[in-house]
Nanobody, 110 residues
Framework: VQLVESGGGSVEAGGSLKLSCVASGLVFSSCGMSWFRQAPGREREWLSHLNPDGTSLYADAVKGRFTNYRDDVKNTLYLEMNSLKWEDTAVYYC?????WGQGTQVTISS
């Protein structure tokens, strides 16, 4: 199993980014999928979960700003992030079934 993340970068506050997590070696469409982040000196924080039936849950910190969705043909999970804030700066991780991506850095400048 391999998860490869991309899409991180540096943007100004108020901007947007879209993260991708490409999976291989698992039955993608049957997996629960989540996004987490970890800021320096802080614990890893859960952000969102996408169920196999397409329903989603979001942490209060990102609800209304972040959207997760998937493409079962491309075996790719996405996290679209809007209205980014300085406090969104962190390394972002995808988790599909029990497997973790390598993380991608998101830096928001105020």
């Amino acid at each position: 199993v391999q998860l490869v993340e991309s899409g991180g970068g540096s943007v100004e506050a108020g901007g947007s980014l879209k993260l991708s997590c490409v999976a291989s070696g698992l039955v993608f469409s049957s997996c629960g999928m989540s996004w987490f982040r970890q800021a320096p000196g802080r614990e890893r924080e859960w952000l969102s979960h996408l169920n196999p039936d397409g329903t989603s849950l979001y942490a209060d910190a990102v609800k209304g700003r972040f959207t997760n969705y998937r493409d079962d043909v491309k075996n790719t999970l996405y996290l679209e992030m809007n209205s980014l804030k300085w406090e969104d700066t962190a390394v972002y991780y995808c988790k599909i079934c029990l497997h973790w991506g390598q993380g991608t850095q998101v830096t928001i400048s105020s």
